[in-house]
């Protein structure tokens, strides 16, 4: 975690001339891979991680869903690729990654990382500190969602249900007679049919 960027793991990445396309800008496949980057770097090599020997037999990518909002050139001043977790699942968690040069958010991806077994290859359940540890990047709305709330205080109050809403209808427009002044009844207009032959 940055102390610039609580509760967001931050990779500094460098751009390289070999990135950029015949478009003159960073590739788009290039930019995917700035995002595997930042997944490795916060699974594998951020000091919890090591130091608990957290997802041992590393981790699958299941999914990128990606958004390109703007077009990224080459700088000398590196990229931060930042990492916030959105969800975590049994054995998977959802990271979110921005691809960002301050104040420009150029890349957003949400990626599918899961929890891989050394025998089976395959997905396994998430340890207790493997949950722990990733909790720790989880935004605070989030992290209040995850927690179960507490029960909501019952009011002693009595409950008194609405009265049912009555339909409010118009008089019907009067007519005034010429002559004398008198309010005439309302006569709606027939319309004429045309007659078939």
């Known amino acids: 975690m940055s102390a610039l960027h609580p509760g967001v793991h931050v990779l500094s990445c460098p751009t390289r001339w070999s990135d950029v396309d015949e478009n003159g800008h960073i590739n788009n496949a290039r930019l995917v891979g700035y995002v595997q980057e930042g997944i490795y770097d916060m699974f594998c090599h951020h000091e919890t991680a090591v130091r608990d020997a957290l997802f041992p037999s590393g981790f699958i990518i299941a999914r990128h869903e990606i958004d390109f909002l703007e077009q990224l050139y080459h700088r000398p001043e ?19 990654v921005n691809v960002c040069r301050d104040p420009i958010t150029f890349m957003r991806a949400r990626t599918v990382v899961v929890a891989r077994d050394r025998e089976s290859g395959r997905s396994r359940k998430l340890s207790s500190n493997e949950r722990r540890f990733l909790e720790a990047f989880m935004p605070d709305a989030v992290q209040a969602v995850a927690v179960p709330p507490a029960a909501p205080a019952v009011s002693t109050l009595p409950v008194v249900p609405a009265a049912p809403a009555v339909p409010v209808t118009a008089p019907p427009p009067q007519r005034v007679a010429a002559r004398s002044g008198a309010a005439l009844p309302h006569r709606t207009r027939r319309r004429c049919r045309a007659s078939v032959a």
């Open 78 to 96: 590196p990229l931060s690729v930042q990492l916030t977790v959105e969800r975590i699942g049994r054995s998977s968690t959802h990271v979110v």
